[in-house]
């Protein structure tokens, strides 16, 4: 039994370059998630999708993040041109549409952008 | 908005010492609480989801409970190995299957 995996574990960027993440969800999830853990909080939602398709982004979402879950499995996760701002650890979670709600992790993703 | 809060910040407790997390929240319709646990630099792990007041679950030394403002996780008699960040989260019923809102979470030190 494979849960969600994430790649890679670790990201040190510098400012303005562009960076992407993969995630894989559990394999009979068609539901996957992306959220932003700063130190101290709890994950913030970013964006889900359904299958393929992109339901739903949050406004912390700005124009340099993009998301992508092109044949309803793995997901990327790009951000562009990369500030100080976007350290953090991005989450993916995934879940069933017929389920009961409960959202599984990965690991997570540490971006530090120098 | 959905907005959770949880208290306390932090708690430090000696081993069997046992106390309860509290998580308050505000939802236009709940679909569901959830309780994770995290490690440092690891994601959530799911623990509990809880659909109505009333409702209670357990799982070995935790047990959680439900109202219709807030939502407490007891822990009795906890060891070392239950530190850990405990993190709340809500998903409305209105907003379908979807995000989910968490508080900050309580760090929790278990003291041998």
């Known amino acids: 039994d494979t849960g969600v995996s994430q790649d890679p574990r670790h990201k040190i960027t510098k400012r303005g370059q562009n960076v992407t993440f993969r995630c894989d969800p559990i394999s009979e999830h068609n539901r996957l998630y992306w959220y932003r853990q700063t130190l101290g909080q709890g994950p913030e939602f970013l964006t889900y999708f359904q299958n393929e398709a992109q339901l739903e982004k949050s406004r912390l979402l700005s124009d340099r993040f993009s998301a992508e879950r092109p044949k309803g499995s793995f997901s990327t996760l790009e951000i562009q041109r990369t500030e100080q701002g976007d350290s953090a650890m991005y989450l993916c979670?995934?879940?069933?549409?017929?389920?009961?709600?409960?959202?599984?992790f990965g690991p997570g993703t540490r971006l530090t952008v120098t | 908005e959905d907005q959770v809060t949880q208290s306390p910040e932090a708690l430090r407790l000696q081993e069997g010492e046992s106390s309860s997390l509290n998580c308050s929240y505000t939802v236009s319709g709940l679909r569901g609480l959830f309780w994770y646990r995290q490690d440092p630099g690891k994601g959530p792990e799911f623990l509990f989801t809880?659909?109505?007041a009333g409702e209670e679950k357990e799982k070995e030394r935790l047990k959680a409970t439900l109202t219709k403002k807030e939502s407490f996780l007891h822990i009795t008699a906890p060891k070392p190995e239950d530190s850990a960040t405990y993190l709340c989260?809500?998903?409305?019923?209105?907003?379908?299957?979807?995000?989910?809102?968490f508080g900050k979470g309580t760090r929790l030190s278990v003291i041998a």
């Open positions: 979670a995934s879940s069933l549409v017929q389920g009961t709600g409960e959202q599984y």
């Open positions: 989260a809500v998903q409305g019923l209105y907003s379908g299957n979807t995000p989910l809102v």
């Open positions: 809880l659909y109505s």
